[in-house]
């Protein structure tokens, strides 16, 4: 499966800061933009990244796409 490094990137910016808001502020781009990444990431893997959305906690699946953003 094929997934955009960059959003991986996004998923590791908005895990390690806990915040949609503060990671969208670091990447430049919008909270939406980052909420509409996510959920398109997480259909894409069937599965949900993301245990809450504030703070922004990753689930087991999320930990482990997280790493590969670092």
Same mark, same amino acid.
């Given at each position: 499966?094929?997934?955009?490094?960059?959003?991986?990137?996004?998923?590791?910016?908005?895990?390690?800061?806990?915040?949609?808001?503060?990671? !969208?502020?670091? =990447?430049?781009?919008?909270? %939406? #933009? *980052?909420?509409?990444?996510? @959920?398109?990431?997480?259909?894409?893997? /069937? !599965?949900?990244? =993301?245990?809450?959305?504030? %703070? #922004? *906690?990753?689930?087991?699946? @999320?930990?482990?796409?997280?790493?590969? /953003?670092?």
């Amino acid at each position: 499966m094929q997934i955009d490094p960059r959003h991986l990137v996004q998923l590791a910016v908005i895990v390690d800061k806990a915040s949609f808001t503060e990671a !969208a502020h670091e =990447l430049n781009v919008t909270q %939406p #933009a *980052l909420s509409k990444m996510i @959920g398109l990431l997480e259909k894409r893997l /069937g !599965a949900p990244l =993301l245990s809450q959305r504030r %703070p #922004a *906690l990753a689930t087991p699946l @999320g930990k482990r796409w997280h790493s590969r /953003g670092d």
